[in-house]
C-alpha cells in the first residue's frame, strides 16, 4: 500500500477575552499550520467565545451566529487564502429560540463544503447545554472535501460509539472531534485522571473499532463560572491525533495554547481493515434492539 | 452510595495438552479463587483444549461437546462445590455439522443459568472460526446469577461496541470476555504493541462508553500451527479488569499461566453514570443505518 500522507493541525487554544481577538488567534494559527504545510486545520468547538454553558442565561443567545453569517465568510477566506480546509465550531442561530451547536467545513477553495449540527446534547452542572443547543438534526453525514470524506462530530458525540461507526459507515476516513471538556476544580485528583484517561480512551476505542484515524481538539485555559452557582471549569487540553488502531501520532500538553501537528498515513486504515474486517462481521440481524432506549 | 464489592477471579491459562489436564488445572484454579474469597470465576475462551481454529480440519470437530454434557456437569459440580459462580467456555456439538463457540454460566448452587453462543465469528490467518462456528442465533442477552446480571460476549465481539452497547441495554452489571488472541510470532514488534494496545483499548472504551465494569480473560503460551501452513501463535495473557470509567483495577502479566484476582464496586456504576448519563442522550431516532451493511 503507498503511503498517502496528510498533514493535519489542531488549534488547541484559550478563550482569548472576545469574538476578534479569538478568531484573530485563529488567523495566526491557521497561517502557521499552512507554513509547516498543513493541508487539514481543526478547530476547537465553540471557539469564537468561552464556554457560556456553565450558567443558563438569555443573554448568552446574543453570541450566537447565523450560518452562513459574518463568521463563516472569514473562515472561508482564511481556508481559500492558504489553500486549506478548516473545520470550524460554531453558536448557530437558526430562528429565534432555535440554535445549535454546529460544525462548518470549508475546503481549500473557500467552498463551504458542509455542516454537522451536534447530535448528542449533554446537560450535567457546568455543561448546561440543553438550554442552548436543539439536537442537530442533520444526521451523521460525513463532509467531502479535497482532503478526504470527513466525519465530524462535536464534543459530547465523542462518547457515543453509535455516532462514530455511523460516519465509519459512511466512508468516513477521519473522525474529527472539536470538544471543550475541563474538571471541576473541586473534583479529587484522582477522579480528574480517571475522567481525562476515559475522555481519550474512548475516543481511541472509537479509533479502534471502525479502523480510522481520529483527530480531537480540546480547549485550554481556566473559565470561571460566570455566577455564583460553579466552579468554573479548567478545560484540560490534552489534544491528540491515533491512527487506526488507536496508536498516538501525535498529543498536545495539557495546560497551554499548542498548535499540534501530525501526518496521518490515510492507506494505513486500508492495511489495518484487512487483517481487522471488524465491518464484514457485523450482526445487523441482531442489532434491532440499538434502536430502543432500554431493553427493558 | 454504599460499596456493593465483588471479588472475582480470572483464570489465565495455556493448554495443558488435554481436555483431562485443562479441567483438572481448572478445578485447581477455582479452588484457589474460592479460597481467596471470590464469588465469580472467568475462564479464558474454550478452555478445554488447544486453540484448534489455527486450521481447517474436520477432525477438529471430535472436540466439540453436547450442553449439557460431561463438561457442564463438572462446572456446574464445580461451581456449587465452592458455592460461587463459574462463566465457561466450550465448544458446542449442536448437531451433525452444527457448532458453535458458547458461553456457559453456572450459579453458585450449581444451576445452569444461561448460554450464551458467539456472535461475531472471525476468520483470519490463524483465527479460522468460521469453518467451525456457526453465528450464535442466542441474542445479545445477559445472564442473571445470584452475583449480578452478566453481559457475557466472546473474544471477537469484543471490537463491537454494538455487542457492548445491547448488554447494557438490557440491565448487564458487568461485560466479561473470555478470549483467545494473541500474536503472530512474524510480526514486528512495534505491530505487536499496536494489536495488544489496541484489544485493551477497545474494550477499555465499551467500559466506558456504557458506565459498566469489564472483565476479559485471555489464553497464554505458545500453540504451534499444527500444520505447515501457519506460524503457530503466541497467546499473550494480559487478562484485565476494568472500572465503568475504563480505570484499571487489575492487570496480568503476559507471558504465565495466573490467577487473576480483583475487587469490583458494583455500585461505581450508579455513580459514574449519575455524572455520565450517556444511555440519557442516546439519538434512538437518529441511528436507523446501524442496522445497514453499510451506508452506500
Chains 1, 2 share one sequence.
Request: charged share 25%; hydrophobic share 40%; glycine share 8%.
Amino acid at each position: 500500500m503507498s503511503p498517502r500522507v496528510l498533514r493535519v493541525a489542531l488549534v488547541q487554544d484559550r478563550d482569548r477575552g472576545s469574538r476578534e481577538a479569538n478568531l484573530a488567534a485563529i488567523e495566526t494559527a491557521v497561517g502557521q499550520a499552512a507554513s509547516a504545510g498543513a493541508r487539514l486545520v481543526l478547530l476547537q468547538e465553540l471557539h469564537n467565545g468561552p464556554y457560556f454553558c456553565q450558567h443558563e442565561s438569555v443573554d448568552e443567545f446574543d453570541r450566537a451566529e447565523p450560518i452562513p453569517g459574518d463568521s463563516t465568510a472569514r473562515l472561508s477566506a482564511l481556508a481559500r487564502a492558504h489553500a486549506l480546509v478548516i473545520v470550524g465550531s460554531l453558536f448557530e442561530r437558526r430562528a429565534a429560540g432555535l440554535h445549535h451547536n454546529t460544525a462548518v467545513v470549508f475546503d481549500a477553495d473557500g467552498s463551504h463544503r458542509g455542516t454537522y449540527r451536534k447530535m448528542h446534547i449533554p446537560d450535567d452542572p457546568g455543561f448546561l447545554e440543553k438550554f442552548y443547543f436543539a439536537p442537530g438534526d442533520l444526521g451523521f453525514t460525513p463532509i467531502d472535501t479535497s482532503v478526504g470524506r470527513l466525519g465530524v462530530l462535536v464534543c459530547w458525540d465523542q462518547w457515543y460509539p453509535e455516532a462514530a461507526r455511523l460516519m465509519a459507515l459512511a466512508g468516513a476516513e477521519l473522525l474529527l472531534y472539536p470538544t471543550a471538556i475541563g474538571w471541576d476544580p473541586a473534583d479529587p485528583q484522582s477522579e480528574k485522571d480517571r475522567q481525562l484517561d476515559a475522555w481519550i480512551t474512548v475516543q481511541r476505542g472509537h479509533a479502534v473499532a471502525n479502523g480510522l484515524p481520529l483527530l480531537a481538539v480540546n480547549r485550554t485555559g481556566f473559565e470561571a463560572a460566570p455566577d455564583s452557582s460553579g466552579r468554573g471549569i479548567r478545560f484540560w487540553g490534552c489534544s491528540f491525533v491515533v491512527g487506526p488502531q488507536g496508536e498516538f501520532l501525535a498529543r498536545a500538553g495539557e495546560p497551554e495554547p499548542e498548535l499540534l501537528l501530525c501526518d496521518i498515513d490515510l492507506a494505513r486504515s486500508e492495511t489495518v481493515r484487512r487483517i481487522w474486517p471488524f465491518l464484514r462481521d457485523r450482526r445487523i440481524d441482531a442489532y434491532g434492539d440499538l434502536l430502543r432506549r432500554f431493553r427493558d
